[in-house]
């Protein structure tokens, strides 16, 4: 048997709507004029550290290594890693399969599934009743069968017998995922009913999906119905969910403001402070409007900041002492964001009107968005909150306001500063690589080199980001960094079983049909409770089916390095070709892709960025009149060689654009030239590339530059073996330079 065959429609590059896991990241525009509205679509400066892996609308509990926290063990310097003689006679993947059968190719009705699924989506109950009949057989028969339960109980919540059609659905498949999913959309039904009982019923046995932001919100507003024993437990839950649930404009979680408010009205207040603060503008209009009487402040007044507040400021600069303790705290968390230097200088003004607890929560947010535009003031500002900024009531995302104090310590160069800064951080940050590494660095700077070598051994001992640049600091090689990578060998026998698998084989149906992120949830319930051996296998298992994505995530999930296992080379004589041809090195190119798309040829972002390297459409028809390649065409770019070769030459062009510097080039090629150029703007001396990316004011680009490059690093000292450029090198010093377009030729 040819053991891609299952997945001859991914290997053919047929174009699918599929959307990615969140390690797939898009590339970005060109300096062109659409630039400004393609760059609006960067990550919310204002959401929480991301450190778990989101698939779709369901974070996967599946554990996975933080950056760099995989151990590795010690070897030799400058050796290349030991041979490793496994317990029984290694047989490859490949072998393995050939012996397992697995049904493959499309099915006929496969069409009509697509039909379904798109039916489902629009809420077309007759079309899914009409194709429901026609589907009896199919290997995801059962999820068409709850999209009719479920149209079915959103029409008719309180009709008994859907009830107890889906009580049975879910009873008959407790061991799959269409059941889980069942519980939780139709608790999401029971919900917006007000059906609290059936609610519980249903959250209470969720496996996966109960940290879901809107059952959260759900659940926390459904308690607040309990007695009055716990009605204390229940408003203090609430208010906490309402502060730190990032999808504060939900529906549900606006339910749960509602209710809250009708509750204690005089947390109205507090409330319309929070919502400044996630920069969710209309509820806190909503606010205004119906709790107007327990507001501090005239609602004409608070309307007019909220609306206009640089306009407001504008009329009212001059006249600042005039104004109520309410406003001014008001005005300075609503400009915080957008002008700073005016936040401040109402901070200033209101700092003796205000409480103390007040003061600090207007000048924390204050230091926070500055230090987010990486401007200068931010280290004053940050001393004007207090010793622990983030720390007074109702103060949103305190650990965001305490990194981003760090990492301001970390521009301006202030060592001292740096150590204060980590030591405050919450242990479950402040014991991370990252800032073990940055601890360290801050240790040696102010003569205590013995505990800062110790930090840099203990980093130097994982493999990522950090770990790398702590091997660089100790003056260790990468060579044993890889010594861990011991070879799984594949078992037929555990193939097999793992080819029977319900959820393996509606993956696999999911994949064949080109709808990833529902193939990854049932491979990933597959997942859940094999132990670690059993994972590597399972990773060997993706690998057989030439599956890299789920090969490379699932071999992770293990904690353990199982070097060629993570870091494939899938494609590898086109990606080299591609490469070469543009005059790049192929291992960046192979760090970038991994990351990217984790070598799915059909991967598509939920932007529509396309293929390996996630080119975007419109940056693919400019590259392509550049290079004058003849008859491209959108459909083109989830063809190899076209992807490939747009992606590359992009990519030479934006590195040429930043004199080939490899961060600032990896960060544009994620966030856009646009923002690279004015971050590097911001610096006013010339930065450790280490600092400069630390301090990219993007989670996702500043985590996307650390995982490409290290990527690539691994690449190159793995398959390479006498690589002697260490990351080190890679990163450089990136020079301040004034902000100014970009043209790329």
Not at 182 to 203: C, G
Not at 564 to 573: A, D, F, L, N
Request: charged letters at 25%.
């Amino acid at each position: 048997m040819a053991v891609f065959s299952t997945f001859r429609l991914l290997a053919a590059g047929i174009a699918a709507a599929a959307a990615l896991t969140s390690h797939v990241l898009p590339a970005r525009e060109l300096l062109t004029p659409a630039v400004a509205a393609y760059d609006e679509l960067a990550p919310d400066l204002t959401e929480p550290e991301d450190t778990t892996l989101s698939e779709g609308a369901v974070t996967i509990p599946v554990p996975l290594p933080e950056e760099g926290s995989v151990t590795i063990s010690q070897a030799a310097p400058n050796t290349p890693p030991a041979a490793h003689t496994p317990a029984v006679a290694p047989v490859t993947p490949a072998q393995a399969a050939a012996s397992v059968k697995i049904p493959s190719g499309p099915l006929v009705t496969d069409s009509l599934f697509t039909d379904a699924y798109r039916a489902y989506r629009k809420g077309n109950l007759d079309e899914l009743l009409r194709l429901q009949p026609q589907l009896t057989g199919h290997p995801l028969a059962s999820y068409v069968d709850l999209w009719v339960l479920l149209l079915n109980a959103q029409a008719n919540p309180k009709d008994q017998e859907t009830v107890r059609q889906l009580d049975r659905f879910i009873s008959t498949r407790q061991n799959d995922y269409v059941a889980e999913r069942a519980r939780a959309d139709w608790a999401r039904i029971a919900a917006k009913n007000d059906d609290a009982r059936l609610f519980y019923r249903l959250y209470k046995k969720l496996e996966w999906n109960r940290e879901e932001p809107d059952l959260v919100c759900s659940k926390a507003r459904f308690d607040l119905k309990t007695g009055d024993r716990k009605k204390t437990a229940a408003l203090a839950a609430a208010r906490t969910t309402l502060r730190d649930t990032p999808l504060a404009a939900d529906p549900a979680c606006v339910r749960l403001r509602n209710d809250y408010l009708a509750l204690r009205p005089k947390d109205a207040w507090p409330q319309l402070l929070v919502l400044l603060q996630q920069k969710r503008f209309q509820p806190a209009r909503d606010i205004i409007a119906r709790y107007s009487r327990q507001l501090p402040a005239a609602r004409g007044t608070l309307l007019a900041v909220l609306n206009n507040p640089s306009k407001w400021y504008r009329n009212n600069k001059n006249r600042l002492a005039r104004q109520k303790a309410a406003v001014l705290l008001f005005a300075g968390l609503r400009l915080a964001g957008t002008d700073p230097e005016a936040a401040a200088r109402i901070a200033s003004t209101a700092q003796k009107k205000l409480s103390q607890s007040r003061a600090a929560l207007l000048w924390s947010r204050v230091a926070y968005e500055s230090a987010l535009d990486l401007e200068d003031n931010a280290p004053r500002w940050y001393r004007k909150a207090g010793r622990k900024p983030g720390s007074a009531p109702d103060t949103v995302g305190q650990s965001n306001i305490l990194l981003w104090q760090a990492r301001t310590a970390l521009r301006t160069g202030n060592w001292h500063s740096v150590r204060r800064a980590v030591e405050e951080l919450p242990a479950s940050i402040r014991n991370t690589n990252d800032w073990l590494y940055w601890k360290a660095r801050a240790l040696e700077k102010t003569g205590q080199p013995r505990t800062a070598r110790s930090l840099m051994q203990k980093v130097s001992r994982t493999n990522g980001f950090y770990g790398l640049l702590a091997r660089d600091a100790l003056k260790k090689s990468y060579y044993d960094a890889h010594d861990a990578g011991t070879p799984v060998p594949a078992d037929a026998a555990v193939f097999g079983r793992f080819a029977s698998d319900p959820s393996v084989l509606r993956a696999l149906r999911f994949y064949e049909l080109g709808l990833t992120m529902e193939g990854n949830r049932e491979w990933n319930w597959a997942l859940r409770k094999m132990d670690k051996a059993e994972r590597l296998l399972f990773a060997g298992f993706a690998e057989s089916l030439a599956l890299t994505h789920r090969q490379i995530n699932t071999s992770e999930s293990t904690r353990t390095f199982v070097f060629e296992q993570q870091y494939p080379r899938p494609h590898r004589e086109e990606i080299e070709s591609a490469a070469r041809n543009a005059g790049l090195e192929p291992e960046w190119i192979f760090g970038l892709i991994r990351q990217e798309s984790r070598f799915l040829r059909v991967a598509e972002s939920t932007v529509g960025a396309r293929g390996l390297m996630q080119v975007m459409p419109r940056t693919a028809r400019w590259v392509a009149r550049q290079k004058a390649l003849q008859n491209f065409e959108d459909g083109k770019l989830t063809d190899l060689a076209t992807n490939l070769t747009i992606g590359c030459e992009y990519l030479r062009l934006v590195a040429d654009a930043f004199s080939g510097s490899k961060p600032l080039a990896t960060a544009a090629y994620n966030a856009g030239p646009s923002r690279a150029v004015s971050w590097r703007a911001k610096l006013d001396h010339r930065t450790e590339g280490a600092v400069f990316v630390e301090t990219i004011p993007f989670n996702e680009t500043r985590n996307y530059v650390k995982l490409v490059l290290a990527n690539t690093m691994h690449y190159a000292f793995y398959y390479k073996k006498s690589n002697k450029t260490t990351l080190s090198d890679v990163l450089g010093d990136i020079d301040p330079k004034a902000e100014q377009p970009v043209f790329l030729p």
